[in-house]
Each structure stands twice: as C-alpha cells, then as structure tokens.
C-alpha cells in the first residue's frame, strides 16, 4: 500500500559548510560541558491520545515508518559519537547510511579536525516520515527532522568553549531520503540540512 503525505520542501541552504551543526563543531558553535554521551536518540514524539484518536483509523503503514525512523535514529546514534572524537573510526554509519548520504557529515567532521573542535553535549531530534513510497521499484521514505541545538556543546580539543553564533537558528530543518532495499533493509541515502528554515 502506498501513502503519500506532502509536504512543500525547499532546497537545503548550506550555512557556513554544511550548514547549522557545521558552525557549532568550527568556531561557531558552543556552551558548557556534558559528560555523558546519549546512547539513543529520542523517539519521534507523539501526542496523547484524544477521544477523537480513539475512532481514527490505524496508519496501514505505521510498521514501515517505524522501521525507517530506527535505521535514521541509529545513524544519528552513530554520528555522535563521531563528532565526540571529530573521527567516523569505529562507528557503523555505513550500517545506515551510504555515502551520498554522509558526505554532509564528513564535511562536518573534516571542519572539525581542521579547526581542533568536538561535539559535546546533546543533538535534539525530532524525526517524522512524511512521504512513502512504497509502490516504487525502490520504495522510498522521506524524513522531516527539526534537529535542535539548545543542547548541543562545542569545544576546542584545548578546552576552550566555543559559543553558538547570534544568527544561528537553535532549531532547523533537516530533510532525509531513504531507500528500503534487499531483505526490507532501509537505509538513509540523501541528507539535507536547511538552516534557513527554522521550527
């Protein structure tokens, strides 16, 4: 069955590099120090039931979904602890996401070794599937995130707290393409930051 929500998509906006969490990890970006690393991303959030909710019919792809929004909360998994090394070594990105996809990231981490910097604190996510495809020769998913920054801390390997720039937005929109392939395999194919757009 094939569902298909739209909603309007720009294209993404590079903001210095590759765009908001680019300008947090090289000079940009910053706050205090966090100690502990997330072991999870959190869940796309979902309001609580109201007694309309209770005669709506069920999402016929509800299982689908979830399935894409675990393999692209587990390439975030996996991309912090990068960025806390500023260093993909011994991560499983290419698990869940190919190389189009995580270009965006390398260019982040190749800023961050460049200028001396790491990723502490926590990246904010909060991931829905929009559009579906299932119909297709390879069925696609697409994932509108606002990923939020109000938590997320930069510093040089030094020490020295990095602050987030004035113009930066805390929270933007971000925009993945996934592929399901062999085996209902989803993977993360396209990613798109687009710090002109705020939520």
Same mark, same amino acid.
Do not use: N
């Given at each position: ?44 959030? #979902? ?25 692209? #909360? #587990? ?98 929109v971000a925009t993945a393409t ?22």
């Amino acid at each position: 069955m094939t569902a298909r929500q739209t909603r309007p998509r720009t294209h993404a906006m590079a903001l210095c590099g590759a765009v908001g969490l680019a300008l947090a990890l090289t000079g940009c970006g910053g706050g205090s120090d966090d100690t502990k690393p997330p072991t999870t991303l959190p869940a796309a959030s #979902s309001a609580a039931p109201s007694a309309s909710a209770s005669v709506s019919p069920v999402d016929p792809d509800a299982v689908v979904k979830a399935a894409v929004l675990e393999v692209y #909360s #587990s390439m975030w998994v996996e991309q912090m602890k990068a960025y806390r090394v500023a260093s993909p070594e011994g991560t499983r990105l290419a698990d869940y996401a190919t190389l189009d996809a995580l270009s965006t990231f390398e260019r982040d981490l190749a800023h961050m070794k460049k200028s001396g910097t790491i990723g502490t604190g926590r990246l904010g996510h909060e991931p829905e599937v929009t559009e579906l495809d299932l119909e297709a020769k390879i069925p696609t998913a697409t994932v509108e995130d606002c990923v939020d920054l109000s938590k997320w801390k930069a510093e040089r390997t030094s020490g020295e707290v990095i602050p987030l720039p004035t113009a930066q937005p805390l929270r933007y929109v971000a925009t993945a393409t996934a592929e399901r392939w062999d085996e209902d395999r989803w993977m993360v194919t396209e990613y798109k930051p687009d710090g002109s757009r705020s939520c």
